[in-house]
């Protein structure tokens, strides 16, 4: 460890992680080598080094906490994967959705997956079921988008049931006032965000710009809700 340290102290990272890595081959591996391998190989992007790092601290992590970092990593690297193969992308999305329900990146990605394939019923569930937990906009854009070939209004149908399950937040209300923007549906786009216009977010001021400059192309408002913004 007093290696792995002053090589820290140098910022000789190669040199950091050669000690590390030979303290985790001791029959008793000690939690700072674990930890250690795992970052660098999350530093370097190497997501299947990543994970096999945490396979071996396994045994002194707590369940959740050791699904939780699985989950993160699997994601890691099926974003990695995504342009090149999309069949390795989705069993390692799929497994992070089954590990950690809640997590954005994941639920995002393996939702616009399946929607690739055809399986929008699964999908939906994964999104929503992502959504009632925490409200994203990456999920917001997934659900609209599961069927390419909808028009914008039934895109803004689709959101609106999405925001339903975590009705009165934020997220909901820039959700449904963007795909009704999109819709050129402006009273809906309007309606949604004004619970929150008395004390405008950054977002929300910049979508009312976007609302003034599409429906009405009054420069005066857009200059007031982006100096707002």
């Known amino acids: 460890r007093g290696l792995y340290i002053e090589a820290q102290r140098r910022n000789d990272a190669q040199a950091a992680r050669l000690a590390a890595e030979e303290a985790g081959k001791?029959?008793?591996?000690?939690?700072?080598?674990?930890?250690?391998?795992?970052?660098?190989?999350?530093?370097?992007?190497?997501?299947?080094?990543?994970?096999?790092?945490?396979?071996?601290?396994?045994?002194?992590?707590?369940?959740?906490?050791?699904?939780?970092?699985?989950?993160?990593?699997?994601?890691?690297?099926?974003?990695?994967?995504?342009?090149?193969?999309?069949?390795?992308?989705?069993?390692?999305?799929?497994?992070?959705?089954?590990?950690?329900?809640?997590?954005?990146?994941?639920?995002?990605?393996?939702?616009?997956?399946?929607?690739?394939?055809?399986?929008?019923?699964?999908?939906?569930?994964?999104?929503?079921?992502?959504?009632?937990?925490?409200?994203h906009p990456e999920l917001a854009e997934a659900y609209a988008g599961l069927r390419l070939g909808d028009s914008a209004r039934e895109r803004l149908t689709r959101v609106q049931k999405l925001a339903s399950l975590a009705a009165g937040t934020v997220e909901s209300a820039l959700a449904v006032a963007r795909a009704a923007l999109d819709a050129h549906e402006f009273a809906a786009a309007r309606a949604a965000i004004a619970p929150f216009l008395l004390a405008p977010t950054r977002r929300i001021a910049t979508l009312m710009a976007e609302i003034e400059q599409v429906e009405h192309g009054d420069e005066g408002r857009v200059r007031e809700w982006m100096a707002r913004a």
Do not use: F
């Not at 370097?44 to 939780?68: E, H, I, N």
């Not at 390692?92 to 394939?117: M, N």
């Open 26 to 135: 001791s029959p008793s591996p000690p939690a700072w080598a674990g930890q250690a391998v795992l970052d660098h190989r999350c530093a370097a992007s190497d997501w299947a080094g990543a994970l096999g790092a945490l396979d071996s601290m396994k045994p002194a992590l707590d369940k959740a906490d050791y699904r939780r970092k699985r989950a993160v990593l699997l994601t890691a690297h099926a974003i990695a994967l995504d342009a090149s193969d999309r069949d390795a992308t989705r069993d390692a999305v799929l497994e992070a959705v089954k590990l950690a329900p809640d997590l954005v990146p994941a639920a995002a990605l393996a939702g616009r997956r399946l929607a690739e394939a055809g399986e929008h019923r699964k999908a939906r569930r994964i999104i929503e079921r992502a959504w009632g937990a925490n409200p």
